[in-house]
């Protein structure tokens, strides 16, 4: 009964190949946000959404891209994928007005070879 | 850039004891201070938050407070347990909905 879900939960995949990570939500919320967790590093924001037709880059987003295609789904795509990211990756939602209190999902464990 | 950063790295506490973990922020902007815990192979789960015009805030078994003076925060959990072993991260907003986190300190409870 998870309320964000994350897909796929772990992936290989070698250089240069496009890859796609995909997120949705049953919580209702308008607000997405895709993370990236490396050791040591803490949780960087890639992109955040604030509703379907809004999209904004976050702190790391130079070789990524998204789609919010509905106010459930958010997706985070690699278009090369190279080794350095390599890392876990979180969706996010929360409520507008409420954007301190976000609501993880599980994570997607990714590795570039 | 402005960051969020964490005292310690590892905190390691008998069961039953309290526990400190400490964070220090340096933008003077943010309007909300927020503590998340991440346990092993779970994404983060947040915990309690402190708005910046207040110092101290409380839930069940745990305290924020806020140091504005020093830009301190620091998450207490009283009585600490097994469960609540976990990788802790504080994070600010600068307003919007946009967090900036810090790097996490890992919570060891002993038996």
């Known amino acids: 009964d998870a309320d964000v879900t994350q897909t796929p939960r772990n992936r290989i995949t070698k250089t240069g190949k496009r890859i796609m990570l995909e997120c949705s939500q049953t919580k209702g919320h308008d607000r997405m946000y895709w993370y990236r967790q490396d050791p040591g590093l803490g949780l960087r924001l890639i992109y955040y959404s604030f509703d379907v037709k809004d999209i904004n880059k976050g702190e790391i987003s130079d070789g990524y891209s998204v789609s919010r295609q509905a106010q459930a789904k958010f997706s985070l795509s690699l278009e090369s994928a190279i080794p350095n990211q390599t890392a876990l990756y979180f969706c996010?939602?929360?409520?507008?007005?409420?954007?301190?209190?976000?609501?993880f999902g599980p994570g997607t464990r990714l590795t570039v070879l | 850039g402005e960051s969020v950063g964490l005292h310690l790295p590892t905190l390691s506490v008998q069961e039953g004891d309290n526990s400190i973990i400490n964070c220090a922020y340096s933008n003077s902007a943010s309007d909300y201070f927020i503590w998340y815990k991440q346990e092993s192979g779970k994404g983060p789960q947040f915990i309690i938050d402190?708005?910046?015009?207040?110092d101290k805030r409380q839930g069940q078994r745990v305290t924020v407070l806020l140091n504005k003076t020093v830009k301190h925060l620091s998450l207490q959990i009283a009585a600490t347990q097994p469960g609540d072993s976990a990788v802790y991260f504080c994070a600010e907003r600068e307003g919007g909905n946009k967090l900036t986190f810090g790097t996490g300190t890992q919570l060891k409870v002993e038996l």
């Open positions: 402190i708005r910046s015009n207040m």
């Open positions: 996010a939602t929360s409520v507008r007005g409420i954007g301190h209190e976000q609501f």
